[in-house]
């Protein structure tokens, strides 16, 4: 447990040094209390990242990018980052999510247990908001090293057998933010100029 948190404290220190100003946010736990309890290590992140503030739309509205990460469930993003999304209607409807530069990452248990999906299905919303996709790419080194270009991810491993994001993953999470920044500020300079 804790590895998006890792790749997102990651991903906001390259945004910060792409000069963002960041906010990192925790969705509120939908999970039943009995599994958590049932969960050593779910526990143990609750309990380390309680003060961790939960997103509010004015965060949304405040951010001209905005990076999602989840672990994978089932190749899909988990309920309760999906809990947070469906409340964001009314923001939709009044066009203010509209322009803004979005991008994912992930984690999973295997190397092939639904990254790409889990990121493409948060695509899947970004489209629907009028929101400006900016992946990784194959844009820099890192990216051949992890070998994402849809957005960041790391293998945890299987229960007993679990590692934290490399040294080299957490470069990869922090140049996805810092090219989602640069493409963001490039846009508001554009429209600033227009």
């Given amino acids: 447990m804790g590895n998006v948190h890792a790749l997102a404290h990651a991903a906001g220190e390259g945004a910060e040094k792409a000069g963002a100003q960041v906010r990192v946010r925790r969705v509120a736990e939908t999970a039943p209390a009995a ?8 526990q143990r992140y609750r309990s380390e990242h309680a003060e961790v503030a939960e997103p509010v739309h004015e965060d949304l509205v405040w951010a001209d990018a905005v990076l999602f990460g989840t672990p994978t469930r089932f190749g899909n993003p988990a309920s309760q980052l999906r809990a947070f999304i ?3 209607g009314p923001l939709w409807a009044q066009g203010q999510l509209a322009g803004k530069v979005y991008s994912a990452f992930t984690s999973s248990n295997t190397a092939h247990g639904g ?6 299905a948060l695509a899947n919303t970004f489209y629907h908001w009028g929101g400006i996709i900016v992946p990784p790419g194959y844009t820099d080194p890192v990216q051949f090293q992890t070998g994402n270009p849809y957005g ?16 080299v993953t957490l470069q990869a999470a922090a140049y996805q933010a810092r090219r989602a920044v640069e493409v963001a500020t490039a846009l508001k300079t554009g429209r600033a100029a227009a």
């Fill in 35 to 42: 599994a958590v309890a049932a969960n050593a290590a779910w």
């Fill in 86 to 88: 469906e409340t964001t």
């Fill in 115 to 120: 990254q790409e999906s889990t990121i493409l």
């Fill in 152 to 167: 960041t991810s790391h293998v945890v491993g299987t229960p007993g057998h679990q590692v934290a994001p490399s040294e």
